[in-house]
């Protein structure tokens, strides 16, 4: 084994960890901190990836933004963050057989694709990663479709984060 598949492994560990613990937290500063460390697993594969551009944005824009961001609004606009409820309920036990089911049935499906055991084919020498990225992003053959469709997602959440905290009408 390598040093890069034994980092490679740590991380991959780490991410699934911290990702199983962010979702099982009732604390929400506690679940946004693990939602940092798996951001931050993910930098460190994308650096594994020789993806340097990835990983700056990974970190810049996931952890220093959207991850803070979530922790401070989290912080000013509940009272009380300290205490922990109960995070297993009636169904936790059917959410983690469904979620291992369909773990399962992934790994199979990716199995059987043909593109998993091919090789990528090189990158070229004189291979600019920005223009590259750019392209495929706003290149209709690209990714512009999800990428349109996560500045919608995150438009939402941003929408919802604003209804959980306007203030409760008094019939409410």
Do not use: C
């Amino acid at each position: 084994m390598t040093v890069e598949q034994g980092i490679f492994l740590f991380i991959g560990f780490l991410i699934l960890f911290s990702g199983f613990m962010m979702v099982t937290r009732s604390n929400l500063v506690h679940a946004a901190l693990y939602l940092i460390l798996v951001l931050f697993g993910v930098a460190v594969l994308f650096v594994l990836l020789n993806a340097g551009f990835l990983a700056v944005v990974q970190i810049i824009v996931y952890i220093g933004a959207i991850a803070i961001l979530m922790i401070f609004a989290v912080m000013l606009t509940r009272g009380d963050v300290t205490g922990e409820a109960i995070t297993m309920n009636s169904v936790f036990g059917w959410g983690m057989l469904l979620s291992s089911l369909f773990g399962f049935a992934l790994i199979i499906m990716l199995g059987q694709w043909p593109a998993v055991t091919s090789l990528a084919p090189a990158l070229p020498a004189s291979w600019n990663e920005l223009v590259e990225i750019g392209v495929a992003f706003l290149s209709p053959q690209g990714f512009v479709i999800p990428f349109e469709v996560a500045s919608v997602l995150l438009l939402a959440a941003l929408i919802g984060a604003l209804y959980v905290a306007r203030a409760p009408k008094k019939g409410e």
